[in-house]
C-alpha cells in the first residue's frame, strides 16, 4: 500500500509586531503537534514567519528585508544572493537531509501602488516581489513510502523509487489557475501542497457582482478557497494539502483559514476547525489517484 499521513499546520494571527522568536515557537508546537500524530509531511502557510507585510507600505528598503530571509523551510520571503525578492517555499526531506524542491510564486495579486483610501487593504506583492522563475516541476520524495510499488512513472532524481509520492508546490493565489495543477498533472503528481495568506476583506481587489457585507464577502471568498482546490483536485486525481494564516493579525487584517485536505474525487477529508494555530492531520493512500487500476 502506498499510505501517508499528512498534515496541514494552520498559523492564527502574526502581528507586526510579534517577533520571529515567538512566530517559530508557534510552528514548532504544531510541527511536533502533528508528529505526535504521526504525519509524515507537514504544511505550512505561504509567508509563514512574519505577518503577511504585503498589506503594508515599506519606503524602507532595509526595513523590509527583515521579512526575507536567505533560507529556511515552508513558505518564506526569500532574499537572494544577487538581491533579488520572491515568495518563496521549499520542501525538505528527511530522508535526505537537504532541501529537494524550490518554488517561487508566480501569480502575484494585488498592486504596486498602495490604495490611498483610509479602509484601504493592501495587497503589495506586485511591489515587493518578482514573478517566480522556476518551473512547475514535480518532485519524487524518498522514505515516506517503504514499499515501492511498479507504476513505470520515470520523473524523479537518481534517488527516487519508483513508489515514492510525486510532489507538486505552489503558494496562495497560484491555487486559483488551472495551468500550473496541470503542469504538474501531467508530470503524475499525487499530492500538491499549497501555504496561502487569503485576506477575507479586499475593497478593490475582489471583483463581486453586488454589494456585500462583510460576513456575504467572508463566505464568498471561503466559497472560491474551496472551490478550487476541491476542482483542481478531482481534476487532476490528486489529494492536496493547503495551509492557512488565520484570524487578525494586528488585531483587524482578517484572514480566512480554511486549512483543509482533499481527496481526488475533490471531498475535503479534514478541515480546520478553528481561526488559529491548529493542526490538521490525516491519512492518504495514493492508490486512489489511479482511478481504475
Ligand atoms: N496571498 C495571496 O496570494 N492572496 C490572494 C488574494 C488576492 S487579492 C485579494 C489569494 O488568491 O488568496
Not at 48 to 61: A, E, K, N, V
Not at 134 to 145: D, E, H, Q, T, Y
Not at 192 to 205: A, D, E, F, I, Q
Request: net charge negative; charged share 20%.
Amino acid at each position: 500500500p502506498r499510505i501517508l499521513k499528512v498534515a496541514a499546520a494552520q498559523v492564527g494571527p502574526v502581528h507586526l509586531t510579534s517577533t520571529k522568536e515567538e512566530t517559530l515557537k508557534r510552528l514548532l508546537t504544531l510541527f511536533y503537534a502533528a508528529a505526535a500524530q504521526c504525519a509524515q509531511i507537514v504544511v505550512f502557510p505561504e509567508l509563514t514567519h512574519t505577518t503577511f507585510f504585503p498589506r503594508h507600505l515599506f519606503s524602507d528598503g532595509l526595513e523590509l528585508d527583515k521579512f526575507f530571509e536567505v533560507d529556511f523551510y515552508l513558505g518564506y520571503g526569500e532574499l537572494t544572493p544577487e538581491g533579488k525578492h520572491y515568495n518563496s517555499s521549499f520542501y525538505y526531506s528527511v530522508t535526505l537531509g537537504q532541501i529537494i524542491s524550490r518554488y517561487r510564486k508566480v501569480h502575484l495579486p494585488g498592486t504596486f501602488e498602495p490604495f490611498t483610501t483610509p479602509d484601504a487593504v493592501n495587497q503589495l506583492e506586485k511591489r515587493y516581489f518578482l514573478p517566480g522563475d522556476i518551473p512547475f516541476k514535480a518532485f519524487r520524495v524518498p522514505g515516506l513510502i517503504d514499499a515501492a510499488l511498479k507504476r513505470g512513472n520515470t520523473i524523479g532524481g537518481p534517488t527516487a523509487g519508483k513508489g515514492d509520492p510525486i510532489i507538486g508546490q505552489l503558494i496562495c493565489n497560484d491555487r486559483r489557475w488551472a495551468e500550473p495543477w496541470r503542469v504538474y498533472g501531467l508530470q503524475g503528481m499525487e499530492l500538491m501542497l499549497v501555504g496561502y495568506n487569503t485576506t477575507s476583506h479586499s475593497p478593490g481587489l475582489w471583483g463581486s457582482s453586488k454589494p456585500m457585507t462583510l460576513e456575504e464577502e467572508y463566505k464568498e471568498v471561503m466559497f472560491h478557497h474551496t472551490l478550487v482546490m476541491q476542482y483542481n483536485s478531482y481534476s487532476n486525481s490528486c489529494f492536496s494539502v493547503c495551509a492557512a494564516r488565520a484570524g487578525a493579525d494586528d488585531g483587524k487584517w482578517g484572514m480566512i483559514g480554511g486549512s483543509c485536505i482533499v481527496d481526488p474525487q475533490g471531498h475535503i477529508i479534514a478541515e480546520a476547525k478553528t481561526d488559529d494555530d491548529e493542526v490538521i492531520v490525516t491519512e492518504i493512500d495514493l492508490k486512489y489517484c489511479r482511478q481504475g487500476e
